[in-house]
């Protein structure tokens, strides 16, 4: 991908933070390394102090499904960057089958989420093949459903009144 938006002089994607919305403790993806059109490659590191650390300071693997969920963030706002503008705000709907491989990501383990893209509608509607892997091991694998609505704020609102 080009452009100057996400991307800096040396070909570094720009810091997680100018591409995400995601901030303090719940931002748990450190950086993404590589995305094309259709796919994007973030890392995240386990950390012992974080606020999921198990009595192993690991990360249970059940937050596999958010750090899923904000590796298509950033790939839903770096296209929408290199398009010129905004990702517009979404919603995580879910997943039928996340399946974890181990119970937790083990204490300073340097995960790799992969998300590709495999449907996008124009009403918002998209779906994503993601994985956790650590040193070459699949570690979890989902197909997670997103909703981008056109209008987030009425979108919500309505959640909300139902």
Excluded: N
Excluded at 6 to 21: L, N, Q, R, S, W
Aim: net charge negative.
């Amino acid at each position: 991908m080009t452009g100057h938006t996400h991307i800096d002089d040396k070909g570094a994607f720009a810091p997680i933070e100018t591409i995400i919305p995601h901030r303090g403790t719940m931002l748990l993806v450190d950086e993404v390394v590589a995305c094309s059109d259709a796919a994007l490659t973030a890392l995240a590191t386990v950390r012992a102090d974080a606020w999921y650390a198990d009595e192993h300071s690991a990360m249970p693997a059940w937050i596999g499904i958010e750090l899923m969920a904000q590796a298509v963030a950033a790939h839903v706002a770096l296209i929408a960057m290199r398009a010129g503008g905004r990702a517009r705000p979404g919603v995580l709907l879910g997943t039928r089958s996340y399946r974890a491989h181990v119970s937790a990501f083990a204490r300073d383990a340097r995960l790799a989420i992969r998300v590709e893209e495999v449907l996008r509608s124009e009403e918002g509607h998209g779906a994503y093949e993601c994985t956790i892997d650590h040193d070459g091991e699949r570690h979890a694998q989902a197909v997670i459903k997103v909703f981008q609505p056109r209008d987030f704020q009425t979108f919500i609102e309505g959640s909300f009144s139902s």
